[in-house]
């Protein structure tokens, strides 16, 4: 009778180690996925960052065109819109 319940306490711990293996196994999954989007997350950062200046240097083109046109004042205040254009 006393094998009996240590053979019990056995197949639990047993079973126990299973389900803990299986837990690590997800969890350095995870772990692998968090690192993937963590890379990922940079890159789109850093590509949004050039979208921004790519961005901010057609805006400097554009105000020099306007002025080129005299679609805006010298001073840039005020613009006439496509109805001051003759």
Same mark, same amino acid.
């Given at each position: 009778? #006393?094998?009996e319940?240590v &053979?019990?306490?056995? #197949?639990?711990?047993?079973?126990?180690?299973?389900?803990l293996?299986r837990?690590?196994e997800?969890?350095?999954?995870l &772990?692998? &996925?968090?690192?993937?989007?963590?890379i990922?997350? #940079?890159?789109?950062?850093e &590509?949004? #960052? /050039?979208?921004h200046?790519?961005?901010d240097?057609?805006?400097?083109?554009?105000d020099?065109?306007?002025?080129?046109?005299e679609l805006?004042d010298?001073?840039?205040?005020?613009?006439? /819109?496509?109805?001051?254009?003759?």
């Open positions: 009778m #006393a094998e319940p &053979n019990l306490v056995l #197949a639990i711990v047993r079973r126990t180690e299973e389900r293996t837990v690590e997800k969890v350095d999954r &772990n692998e &996925n968090v690192k993937d989007m963590s990922r997350l #940079a890159h789109v950062e &590509n949004l #960052a /050039g979208v200046r790519r961005q240097r057609f805006d400097l083109r554009l020099r065109i306007e002025k080129r046109l805006i010298p001073a840039g205040m005020h613009e006439t /819109g496509p109805e001051g254009l003759s």
